[in-house]
């Protein structure tokens, strides 16, 4: 069975924080409240917002399993 990785860069860490805190500042709410409450009340921009959200993390999660190797 595969385990997960345990080991990673502490600069990589950081920077990722760092990019997270700017998305949540800069989307004026975390993923989970956009997807949860957002969308609830039909906001277009949530709506907008979690699409960005699930693009990003789709073609991030493309480019790290099948082109960075």
């Known amino acids: 069975t595969p385990l997960p990785r345990t080991v990673y860069s502490r600069v990589a860490l950081v ?12 989307g004026n709410g975390c993923t989970s409240g956009h ?16 699409l960005t959200f699930m693009a990003t993390a789709i073609a991030t999660t493309f480019v790290v399993r099948h082109l960075w190797s």
């Open 15 to 26: 920077i990722a924080g760092v990019l997270v805190g700017f998305g949540t500042r800069m």
């Open 35 to 50: 997807g949860v409450c957002g969308l609830g009340r039909l906001s277009m921009r949530s709506l907008a917002a979690v």
